[in-house]
């Protein structure tokens, strides 16, 4: 049984403007959906990586998957346990405690006012647990110090930080940690550091990941399986080395060929044409279909279907 | 060779503090010709910014030019001051930033504030302005430019307004363009389209344009040099399939191993140890010496050998030959 189950999942969110000015403006409510109808399981000791531009949906399937947010519809299963419906406290209890996040801006997500020990403790000090020399073990375990325990936030560098929040969340010993952006706000150099980090961590304790990242190499690198985010849909997952070598949706195909490369010396290639259409209304059928080269009229009529290609799964009426 | 639009000598910007005196900016000489795009790259707080404001002459106080010569089409701009720079930066040199809003008027509409930055450095009539303002709308990719030219910042996406900024930029026909992080907010087709469109306005115009990003792949996809800065220093120099391919500075060697990248598969990135020190904490010697695996003794004391123009490629004591990127 895969680790985490997501079927179906659909997020969709009030953004209307307040009643009154509905009324003057004679305006209907309007909805966005963040997330339709997606589905992918992550094996364990595995890493899942999500793709996509901004607003594609990523970081709201990571919050439903941690619980900070409830879906409109579809479930997460962890281990079997959907944790929005699951009425057993303690059960619920037991797998949120596996279930841990790391954020993109290191600095926000640390209380400027707590020292660094008290802030990796929190999350197993709340539930009651033993925090004694839990701290400097990992810190050492990430790199750092032991005497960095009793230093503040601030006293550290963008990737020392997030170092800091990988400990606190590795305090909970999880079993899967949802990334999002980890490395986004860092220099190169740190986020080497930083990913070789991950990496070592997830072989040590037989972590699973949920990495969420806009970059496609730090994505070719760290995942062993990849879903692609348009517009709040799924529209193809692979293994690393068939989607790079062989992308099979025509978005995955487009924004392959966008990004650059450091061996792109003078490229001249066409770029993309088009933007990324208004989430409060998109396209009717497939999302993509206003910038697709392939689309046909079948793509503005009907969503496609996911469907099993050459070892993909692909959200697309042509592809083949 | 025609003469650069851009040079920069023996640039120094100095920061007075309580604590003594920090050099974001030291030493550093680069030129650029026009047509010519030169990536400047290196990890947050290398001193890009610092380089190229000093150059348009916004360089927030105390922060000031402490030492050096810039010339823009050889004139010397770095002593004007108020009304002069600010006709010159309007005139000779365009900006783009990294958020586009920092460019735009929230107030005025779009074709107004490309009509009034015409008419400001362009002796060219209010409707000829207008006609231009269009025009270059559509240069950039606006659809419906002749209808657009009506509408205020807010109703663009943040592509779009980068696009807006770029028409700005290029509208009084400036011989250099300063980019500052121009797509480092954007998404990746976003920034496929904003790159394509530097390129082929530098190309068409002749512009020359200072590209400053952390980004490797828009450095290797759109400049034509590269400079590589470290804690406020030219760490290397030179074409940027050279310095990419065959770097000769530890650093940047480091800084190109440090990059994943689809042949690596998923061995591990090579890790450059530690981090760039504070300007208020800068090593003796080579700056890069605590941090770089070919130091030698002399290297913590003596800096390494300047770049100047025509000179080494690396600014280092034992640069590295034929020694190809892991
Ligand atoms: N609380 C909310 N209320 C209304 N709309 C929201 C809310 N949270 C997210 N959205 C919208 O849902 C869509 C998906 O947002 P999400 O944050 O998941 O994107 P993302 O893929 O993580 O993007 P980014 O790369 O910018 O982080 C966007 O259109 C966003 O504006
Ligand atoms: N007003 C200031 N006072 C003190 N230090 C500053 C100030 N502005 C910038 N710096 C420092 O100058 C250095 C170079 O900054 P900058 O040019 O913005 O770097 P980059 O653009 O390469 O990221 C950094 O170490 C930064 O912290
Ligand atoms: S379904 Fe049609 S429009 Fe959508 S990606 Fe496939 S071909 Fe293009
Ligand atoms: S001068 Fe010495 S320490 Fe500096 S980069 Fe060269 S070899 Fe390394
Ligand atoms: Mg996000
Ligand atoms: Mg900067």
New interface residues.
């Given amino acids: 049984m895969a680790l985490v189950d997501i079927r179906n999942l659909t997020r969709i969110f009030d953004v209307s403007k307040p009643w009154l000015n509905r009324v003057v403006e004679r305006r209907e409510k309007s909805y966005l959906t963040a997330v339709s109808d997606v589905s992918f399981e992550i094996a364990e000791r595995t890493v899942y990586a999500l793709v996509g ?2 607003g594609s949906g990523k970081s709201t399937i990571g919050k439903m998957l941690v619980g900070l947010l409830g879906p409109s519809s579809g479930a997460v299963e962890i281990r079997g346990t959907d944790l929005a419906r699951e009425t057993d406290a303690a059960k619920v209890d037991a797998v949120r405690r596996d279930i841990q996040m790391i954020f993109q801006d290191p600095f926000a997500s640390l209380n400027p006012r707590w020292r660094v020990r008290d802030i990796i403790v929190e999350p197993v000090a709340a539930r009651g647990g033993d925090t004694s020399g839990m701290a400097e073990r990992l810190l050492e375990q990430v790199g750092l110090s032991a005497k960095d325990a009793g230093k503040f936030p601030h006293e550290f ?1 963008g ?2 930080r997030q170092r800091i929040c990988i400990a606190r969340a590795l305090a909970s010993e999880p079993k899967l940690i949802v990334c999002d952006e980890p490395t986004s706000a860092l ?7 930083v ?2 980090l991950m ?1 070592d961590l997830k072989d040590e304790f037989g972590l699973t990941y949920l990495f969420i990242s ?1 970059d ?3 994505v ?2 760290m995942a062993d399986r990849i879903g692609v985010l348009y517009l709040g849909r799924l529209v193809e997952e692979a293994g690393p080395d068939e989607l ?1 070598d062989d992308p099979k949706h025509p978005y995955t195909q ?2 392959l ?16 044409t088009g ?2 259409p208004d989430p409060i209304n998109p396209p009717k059928g497939c999302a993509f279909h206003p910038r697709c080269p392939l689309a046909a009229d079948v793509c503005s009529q009907t969503r496609p279907e996911m469907r099993d290609i050459r070892g993909a799964r692909v959200a697309c009426h042509m592809a083949g | 060779m025609a003469d650069p639009v851009l040079s920069i000598r023996d640039l120094t910007v100095e920061i007075p503090t309580r604590y003594g005196i920090l050099r974001p900016v030291s030493g550093v000489s680069y030129d650029i010709a026009a047509g010519e795009i030169l990536g400047v790259v290196g990890e947050s707080g290398a001193g890009k910014s610092m380089a190229g404001n000093a150059v348009i002459g916004l360089l927030s106080p105390p922060a000031h030019i402490a030492a050096g010569e810039i010339h823009v089409r050889g004139t010397r701009v770095d002593q004007l001051t108020g009304d002069a720079m600010r006709r010159l930066r309007g005139k000779e040199i365009g900006m783009v930033f990294q958020d586009p809003l920092t460019s735009l008027n929230p107030l005025l509409r779009i074709g107004d504030q490309l009509t009034e930055t015409m008419l400001a450095h362009l002796d060219i009539s209010r409707a000829e302005a207008e006609r231009r303002a269009v025009a270059a709308l559509e240069e950039v990719g606006i659809p419906g430019a002749a209808e657009r030219v009506g509408s205020y910042p807010h109703e663009f996406s943040g592509g779009m307004r980068q696009r807006v900024v770029i028409a700005l930029a290029l509208c009084a026909e400036p011989s250099l363009i300063i980019a500052d992080e121009p797509t480092t907010a954007l998404d990746v087709s976003v920034q496929a389209q904003i790159i394509a469109l530097l390129k082929k306005l530098c190309r068409e115009r002749g512009t020359a344009v200072m590209l400053i990003t952390h980004d490797m792949g828009v450095i290797a996809e759109a400049a034509d040099r590269v400079a590589v800065m470290y804690a406020g220093q030219l760490a290397e120099l030179g074409p940027v399939r050279d310095v990419l391919t065959a770097p000769r500075h530890p650093y940047t060697h480091g800084l190109m191993g440090s990059t994943p990248l689809a042949s690596r598969g998923k061995d591990r990135l090579h890790q450059i140890p530690g981090a760039m020190p504070r300007l208020d904490a800068l090593p003796d010697g080579c700056a890069f010496h605590p941090r770089c695996p070919r130091a030698h003794d002399r290297c913590r004391v003596s800096p390494g050998p300047r770049i100047e123009d025509g000179g080494g490629r690396a600014a280092c004591l034992f640069p590295m030959v034929e020694e190809a990127v892991a």
């Fill in positions: 531009e901004s560098s990737g020392q220099d190169v150099s740190v986020q080497a550091q990913l070789n990496s806009h496609l190499t730090v070719q690198h790079f487009m924004l060929a966008a990004a650059p490369q450091l061996d792109s010396f003078g490229r001249e290639v066409p770029p993309p933007e990324i």
